[in-house]
């Protein structure tokens, strides 16, 4: 493992620590319990299945976690197989089993400054992974970092999402007002009934709720503090349930929504919203769905007219999915190795399973790039990798 990798999740540690020494002298909550669980489960090994389903596609993840450095998955589209990738320390292997998806996975901005070749002459990276042979970048591994993430992020490295995904979990819950844990006698639940799309805990399991940010006031839509417009954002439809048995989380279930009576409520603070924006098209549509819509379809219809409206203020739209983690074989023996099957070697800087969006780009000046290197192999390049991914989309299945 490089110094480099070790002083970033050093950091990282550091970072997760500091709210916890913060909470010294006081009385522990429910939200400081859940944090200390979250750090102390990313430190155990394990086996997971991870789940996001949003629109028309499911996309499942399984794997195992040995560390930090070493871990594998296969990542699936709607059931189907769609990559594999493994990390261990530095190394980063992939394998396309559907090549379908490559132009998905090829980060064509970092594309433009990588050099695609492969140990085979002729034969470049897009082209080896399209042959669905195992790709080698013995420098490739992503830093393992959830912190950054963001609704845009999320679904771009299903892989990296999964192996992140208590560090989402966290900054989840800092969104958040808070974490309760779940008592089916209490008269004020996180979630009323109705609106609850979560088991109960099971014998043995405790169940964790984040408790949602109330909406904003409509009329932030005309002022707001400092001058900036004070708008709703994901945080404020995320419903999540963490579950914890013998010390570790087991299992956590998303849903970004809005159901049940909170429907009628957010109906009303939708056209509040409009008014004070203004936004004489707005309130029609708004109009037109309460009309035309079924109630079991109501509450998505809301949420992406909201979204469309959003970005007005130049704000991402409100993430619509569901998603759910399932984590065993705790303390088991796990080990994380490099396939056996012939590989070939190349830089998988240019996929964004590299986490090459996250990795500062080099300098306008050449940087540590082969002596000699022009903007024009930076053209080269790019139309090379364009071309590939060109060939991939009109001839599927090839």
């Given amino acids: 493992m490089t110094r480099r990798r070790r002083l970033v999740v050093g950091l990282l540690a550091v970072l997760v620590a500091l709210p916890l020494l913060s909470g010294c002298g006081r009385r522990e909550t429910d939200s400081d319990t859940l944090r200390a669980l979250i750090e102390h489960t990313r430190r155990q090994s394990a086996s997971f299945e991870y789940t996001d389903a949003r629109n028309d596609t499911t996309i499942t993840v399984q794997g195992i976690v040995e560390d930090d450095f070493r871990f594998k998955s296969r990542v699936f589209y709607d059931e189907q197989p769609g990559f594999d990738e493994v990390v261990r320390d530095d190394v980063l292997v992939m394998r396309v089993l559907d090549p379908n998806r490559l132009p998905d996975l090829i980060d064509v901005e970092a594309a433009t400054t990588v050099d695609q070749s492969t140990e085979l002459k002729g034969i470049s990276v897009v082209q080896a992974l399209k042959s669905k042979r195992w790709v080698q970048d013995d420098a490739g591994a992503p830093v393992i970092s959830g912190i950054g993430q963001t609704e845009k992020t999320l679904g771009k490295d299903p892989a990296l999402d999964a192996v992140t995904v208590l560090d989402y979990v966290l900054g989840a819950m800092l969104q958040s007002d808070g974490a309760r844990r779940f008592d089916p006698d209490t008269l004020s639940p996180t979630y009323p009934g109705d609106e609850d799309p979560f088991e109960d805990p099971k014998e043995g399991e405790t169940r964790y709720d984040l408790v949602k940010p109330g909406l904003p006031s409509p009329g932030s839509a005309r002022s707001g503090t400092g001058g900036q417009v004070a708008i709703p954002g994901t945080k404020h439809f995320r419903k999540m349930a963490v579950y914890v048995k013998d010390g570790v989380i087991t299992r956590v279930e998303e849903r970004i929504e809005v159901t049940g009576r909170s429907l009628g409520k957010f109906a009303d603070w939708m056209e509040l919203f409009l008014r004070e924006s203004d936004d004489q098209k707005g309130r029609q549509e708004l109009r037109a769905v309460l009309d035309t819509t079924p109630q079991s379809e109501l509450g998505p219809k809301l949420i992406e007219l909201l979204s469309s409206n959003l970005q007005a203020f130049g704000q991402e739209p409100i993430l619509q999915r569901s998603?759910?983690?399932?984590?065993?074989?705790?303390?088991?023996?796990?080990?994380?190795?490099?396939?056996?099957?012939?590989?070939?070697?190349?830089?998988?800087?240019?996929?964004?399973?590299?986490?090459?969006?996250?990795?500062?780009?080099?300098?306008?000046?050449?940087?540590?790039?082969?002596?000699?290197?022009?903007?024009?192999?930076?053209?080269?390049?790019?139309?090379?990798?364009?071309?590939?991914?060109?060939?991939?989309?009109?001839?599927?299945?090839?």
């Fill in 323 to 398: 998603m759910s983690l399932r984590m065993t074989d705790f303390g088991s023996k796990i080990e994380v190795t490099l396939p056996e099957e012939q590989k070939i070697r190349g830089k998988l800087t240019a996929m964004v399973t590299s986490g090459a969006s996250k990795k500062p780009k080099p300098s306008a000046g050449g940087g540590t790039g082969a002596a000699g290197s022009t903007a024009d192999s930076s053209t080269t390049t790019t139309s090379t990798v364009t071309s590939a991914v060109t060939s991939i989309t009109a001839a599927p299945g090839a």
